[in-house]
């Protein structure tokens, strides 16, 4: 009678042979791997889950996948919005989520040397013992692994003014799909020796390698007292303005966030705030470092002159207050139904165009986007709400009619979420199809096989390619 | 009888047809496109320079060297320090030179879309006319473009503040070895939308495409008067740690230059200043923006705590002279000899360790080193100098030390001046023969027929392989 091992799948069974129980096929596991937080799953549940507890497993890994044709899809957290790590039948799933050491911490090179899984919440909470902290800061940095950050090349609210994650890294180590170790980058701050494939890897979803170490570029914690302000608008169009006119005003603030009226009322409806006038919108701005009063003074007289009702305060406490109504935009939208979260980002003077397209796009289509924006780089979250569970194929036109907006405007479909599996339908309209077909083509120089999340980011292919 | 055309090489006839007297093969011409300022030059003068003065001019020349199998070196105003624009034999120039204009500057998005032969000084020049500024200063800028900028990713003195040429560029529209136009990255300062192809593009060196236009990242003009700093120390190893000991303390200057005792007495004879005593090392080091005295006050009580004998000043005139002290190193150094200019960069808290090395070879060679470097980031410049015109030996071996002690200390070959010819042979050492290969076919997948700059950076090949 055969052992149960035989009844698996000749790649289950070796990789069991090497990696024993971290080889994981539970019903559990396989039905957590087919989604991430954008709302979409993959098809059905993948082969298996491999927790990697160190580079050699996900060298092992690789190189059985590899042998066996298998593709691999490489999980952090999970909290991708783009579908890019939703994994499905015949797949196998790396999971980054054990490798979550802080190997070294430097604050004379203003460096980290991190394992993926480590969550960007709790490596912050580590350098901050040190005085120091990583900027990247997506609203997910409680629960997104840095793996998945480099993955994606996670932005964040702070990312005007401290930089992106590609401006936080000086090298990733990659396990090609092969299997082989590279090293890519540097520890040097300064370096310009070959290509730059530290910045390819970042944002490149899963298909260039598997990212198994990262020098990170640190810096000091910014001494001084913040302070925050709350400006409001009669409509989201003269909010963008207001943004607009303290970036031309020449301030920086670390945090410029404009909620228009529809995500202010829904916010303050499940805050159990008083509900704000009828199409009000709001700036939530804040200033940091040495000159936080001064700037913060600077842009409430902007503001002003910009039509708004500004409030300012220096207090810790009523700051966290004016941030937490922007911070509770995802649960105010779950509250509302199904979401589609958009990402498109555009050159901050189309601020406003872009706020008037969506407002078209919304009587078009007869459908509400509330929409918040990093408005201090021309980053904006529509969120496009029904009340099935699947998204719409509506839902689904008035997001094509978003994209094309935002790319006439000077835009890009994508600011910090990615492609995934959701976006790749419009890459090549973006990119235009030659350079979509030699961003394939490198694909290809790093997995010739194309066993490295296959479908994602370059799924969908230009009219007469062969892809 | 023939015509004088007839003579010509098929290529050089095809290219005068549609480029008339844009193709020039005056003798000195063809001769100043041999070197660069690396004192390095080709072995004799390439077949033809031509002038582009238009994207269309640079494909149709693509195009014809195409098809004929012509190599292309593509150059700008011939700055660059490691030879990687010098044109030989058989060789087709392509000057960018005559494409140097600003197409659009948008003070409300704080960016520029510039032609690449553009000098960076010039831009500034019109930038600030605006009130912006385009960070990147490579001591070069009053005599090199922006397209060799990016083409070697060019630093400079202000980069530990305000970052290099990588974090200053959003977009590059990019001509094929074919003659094909792409249009890389974007106009919003945010995206991720596919593959990074900017930065792949930076620092490059001409071996994926041309570059014909560039949207680049401004800054707005930093208020406040700037206060400049010298301090000496008894030693360069003293003088690097009084400067770990300003980065720990967490100011962070905008320059922050070391002079070893070999630069600074050079520079002093030049100057016709008093000779410093001997052994004596400087820094020089300037803050900026509305909290430049306090900055300058921090950073001083620091130094004198590391030892320095310390001058500050926040009057211009006096800051400009202590900063020429630094600014005349290049012709101090063409006093003494021939230079090879080296570039390593480590990571900050090695910089003692490095000058200790430096010291070291210069007695196993019986030669000088003078050194500066940009302290702020671990970059250093060593000045081999010799009393013959070509390079002897004796430099490149103990060059070789040095890139090995570089590497050895978690540092790279080049911090800002590019592989080119003269670092070609150490390459693979750095990156390791797997990433090598992997960057060539990288190369390979832009220009597959080989014809940019063929040669440059990837020339040197690992043992094995079939380059």
Redesign the interface.
């Known amino acids: 009678m055969p052992a149960p091992a035989v009844l698996e799948s000749p790649v289950l069974a070796r990789l069991r042979a090497v990696l024993g129980d971290r080889v994981d096929t539970s019903p559990a596991a396989l039905e957590a791997a087919r989604a991430d937080r954008s709302g979409h799953a993959s098809d059905g549940p993948p082969l298996a889950v491999v927790h990697a507890t160190s580079t050699a497993d996900v060298q092992q890994t690789l190189r059985i996948a590899h042998d066996t044709g298998t593709p691999v899809v490489v999980r952090g957290a999970g909290t991708g919005l783009a579908g890019a790590a939703n994994a499905g039948p015949g797949e196998l799933v790396l999971s980054m989520l054990r490798m979550r050491r802080v190997l070294e911490i430097?604050?004379?090179?203003?460096?980290a040397v991190v394992e993926p899984g480590i969550l960007n919440g709790e490596l912050d909470r580590v350098l901050a013992e040190h005085?120091l902290w990583w900027p990247p800061d997506p609203a997910s940095k409680d629960i997104s692994t840095v793996g998945g950050n480099i993955a994606?090349?996670a932005?964040g609210l702070l990312?005007?003014k401290y930089g992106?994650v590609?401006?936080a890294v000086l090298g990733v180590d990659l396990v090609?799909a092969d299997g082989?170790l590279?090293?890519?980058g540097?520890?040097?701050?300064?370096?310009?020796?070959?290509?730059?494939?530290t910045?390819?890897v970042?944002?490149?979803e899963g298909r260039l390698g598997v990212v198994v170490g990262a020098t990170l570029k640190l810096r000091?914690i910014v001494?001084g007292t913040p302070c925050t302000i709350a400006a409001t608008f009669p409509d989201a169009r003269s909010a963008a303005r207001g943004s607009?006119a303290v970036?031309?005003g020449?301030a920086q603030p670390a945090i410029m966030e404009l909620m228009d009226a529809r995500s202010l009322a829904a916010v303050h409806a499940l805050l159990e705030l008083a509900p704000p006038a009828a199409g009000l919108a709001q700036l939530t701005i804040q200033t940091d470092g040495?000159?936080a009063a001064?700037e913060a003074e600077q842009i409430t007289t902007v503001l002003r002159g910009a039509g708004g009702t500004v409030t300012v305060t220096d207090d810790a406490a009523e700051g966290e207050r004016l941030l937490r109504i922007r911070r509770s935009m995802h649960p105010a939208m779950a509250s509302l139904g199904t979401t589609l979260i958009e990402d498109v980002?555009?050159?901050?003077?189309a601020l406003p165009d872009m706020f008037d397209e969506i407002a078209r796009i919304e009587r078009a289509y007869d459908i509400v986007i509330p929409t918040v924006a990093?408005a201090g780089?021309?980053?904006l979250h529509p969120n496009f709400i029904s009340d099935s569970a699947e998204i719409p194929d509506v839902i689904w036109r008035a997001a094509d009619e978003l994209f094309r907006a935002a790319i006439r405007l000077?835009?890009?479909?994508?600011?910090?979420?990615?492609?995934g599996t959701l976006k790749s339908r419009w890459?090549a309209e973006?990119?235009?199809e030659?350079?979509?077909e030699?961003?394939r083509?490198?694909?290809r120089?790093?997995d010739p096989a194309g066993i490295l999340n296959p479908g994602k980011?370059f799924a969908a292919r230009p009219e007469g390619s062969d892809a």
């Open positions: 430097r604050p004379d090179d203003l460096l005085g994606t090349g932005g990312c005007a992106v590609r401006d090609l082989r590279l090293h890519l540097r520890r040097a701050v300064k370096g310009v020796t070959g290509l730059d494939l910045s390819l970042i944002g490149s000091r001494p607009a970036t031309a020449g040495p000159n001064a980002s555009v050159p901050r003077s990093h780089d021309g980053n000077g835009g890009t479909l994508t600011g910090e979420h990615g492609i890459l973006e990119l235009g030659d350079q979509w030699l961003q083509d490198i694909v120089v790093f980011v």
